[in-house]
């Protein structure tokens, strides 16, 4: 342990107290790798405070010793953005003990959450006043407010409600400097420069932690629907979208793509599935509809899904007979990276493109790399009508992970990205940058994004002692004795 992070843990210890403090290495273990298990960082403790001034007094120290820091929620980050460096060059500090909703106004229609609620949880207390909170996914029982924040975090609902960052009304965070930013106050207008909670939301913990949001509610759900319905291709899937938004507006709340192939992965490797569907269909598409008046959803949504079948905008469709089949509707669609990984090695992107030239993307992306790469095959699924889908190159069958990674899988990427890029998207729709694809990013955005990015993270953390290495990396500042 160096005299700088020595003298952190003390200080912190001696004005926080044992518990804002965890030294144990086997308490320590599990937070120094990511979820993927592709990142494995050491860190020599663990820094916990319960609140924003705890917050405050352990970025203020860690900023005049110069300590790093890496903001942990979670940790279910899927591009290694929460996990320390390998050289134990800085400490963890967790938000989980910061785990109180300290408010839900339903008339309103907000909640401040702190950075520690789990997503789950939010969402039990939110439902207990009539109102939910938007946002869903599958780490939902893992992630917290902070993370969803930090990560501008999309998930299954995005099609009606927007990504996080349409969802946050205000970010109370701690600076680089141990300065306090209090915007919780939902403000409609505000016109003084720079939106400084926008620039939080998304940034990965690089310009500050998160420490409470300001969180826009809707009324809970009446009454849901959930349904299956197989098309023909991915064209076909977005005319089916585009036809059912039109007859119902916003009552069409996920609209979820998925291929046969990646069907059959779940339905191999996860317990308890079964075929949704009778007979086989190339493409899936998975439909939550709602609507304001009980027990109407499920007559509407059958209207709608008997439309396309006359229509031949689908082929069959089904509609769940109760929740609980909904839920194991939805289990489906959640499972499908569980299924990957259980299959083999699998190389996975976040991407997204505008939405009506995704159907072609997908087709044509899966036939340009797995010519190039022959024994591979491609699964395109996830959220259509965002333009976001989960763009897997799996390797064949009996390859050896590490290997086939270094030897084909990073290659594949490339060629992926590449053709995002080409086709005028983005490389990280709902994931983030963090260190996975931070190379990714500063070979294919253009020099005044980086240079942008750059300017903003030298602002805010001009020592790069913010969650470093991620997003962005910063040369050594020649002002700096």
């Not at 290694?80 to 938000?95: F, V």
């Not at 207008?189 to 826009?216: F, I, M, P």
Request: charged share 20%; hydrophobic share 45%; proline share 6%.
């Amino acid at each position: 342990m160096n005299a700088a992070q020595s003298a952190l843990i003390h200080a912190i210890r001696a004005r926080l107290g044992d518990k804002a403090v965890i030294t144990d290495p086997n308490d320590i273990a599990p937070w120094l790798t990511d979820w993927r298990g592709r990142y494995h960082g050491q860190a020599l403790a663990i820094i916990a405070p319960d609140s924003t001034d705890g917050v405050q007094f352990a970025v203020g120290r860690a900023s005049e010793l110069g300590v790093a820091l890496v903001p942990q929620g979670g940790n279910t980050s899927m591009v290694g953005g929460a996990t320390p460096p390998a050289d134990g060059s800085a400490l963890i500090l967790s938000l989980r003990r910061m785990n109180r909703i300290r408010s839900i106004d339903p008339d309103a229609r907000l909640a401040v959450a702190e950075a520690g609620v789990i997503l789950a949880n939010l969402h039990d207390a939110t439902d207990a006043q009539g109102m939910r909170f938007p946002l869903t996914l599958g780490a939902r029982g893992s992630a917290t407010v902070g993370g969803l924040v930090s990560t501008n975090a999309g998930g299954t609902q995005v099609l009606r409600f927007g990504t996080m960052r349409s969802l946050v009304a205000g970010v109370e965070a701690v600076l680089p400097d141990g300065s306090r930013h209090d915007g919780l106050a939902a403000l409609k207008k505000d016109n003084r420069g720079y939106d400084l909670d926008h620039l939080l939301v998304g940034a990965e913990g690089t310009l500050g932690v998160v420490t409470a949001a300001t969180l826009r509610l809707v009324p809970a759900v009446v009454d849901r629907a959930t349904g299956w319905l197989g098309v023909a291709s991915p064209h076909e899937a977005l005319r089916l979208l585009r036809a059912m938004e039109l007859r119902s507006g916003a009552a069409v709340e996920s609209f979820e793509l998925v291929p046969k192939l990646a069907l059959d992965l779940v339905l191999k490797h996860i317990p308890g599935t079964r075929p949704p569907l009778e007979g086989p269909h190339p493409w899936l598409v998975l439909v939550d509809y709602v609507a304001a008046t009980p027990n109407s959803a499920k007559t509407a949504l059958e209207s709608l899904m008997q439309e396309a079948l006359t229509a031949g905008l689908a082929q069959d469709a089904v509609v769940a007979a109760n929740e609980a089949q909904a839920e194991a509707f939805w289990r489906l669609r959640d499972s499908i990276s569980e299924a990957e990984r259980a299959e083999g090695p699998t190389m996975a992107h976040d991407i997204s493109v505008p939405v009506d030239a995704m159907p072609s993307f997908m087709e044509s992306a899966s036939v340009q790399v797995e010519a190039a790469f022959p024994g591979v095959h491609c699964s395109a699924f996830g959220h259509l009508g965002d333009g976001n889908v989960h763009f897997h190159v799996n390797a064949p069958a009996g390859a050896d992970g590490p290997r086939w990674r270094a030897e084909v899988g990073e290659a594949a990427s490339d060629m992926v990205y590449d053709l995002v890029v080409a086709a005028g998207g983005s490389i990280s729709a709902e994931h983030g940058i963090g260190q996975m694809k931070r190379d990714e990013l500063e070979r294919l955005s253009s020099p005044a994004r980086m240079a942008a990015l750059r300017a903003i993270k030298r602002a805010f953390d001009p020592h790069d002692l913010m969650n470093p290495g991620k997003l962005v990396t910063l040369a050594p500042d020649p002002s700096t004795p």
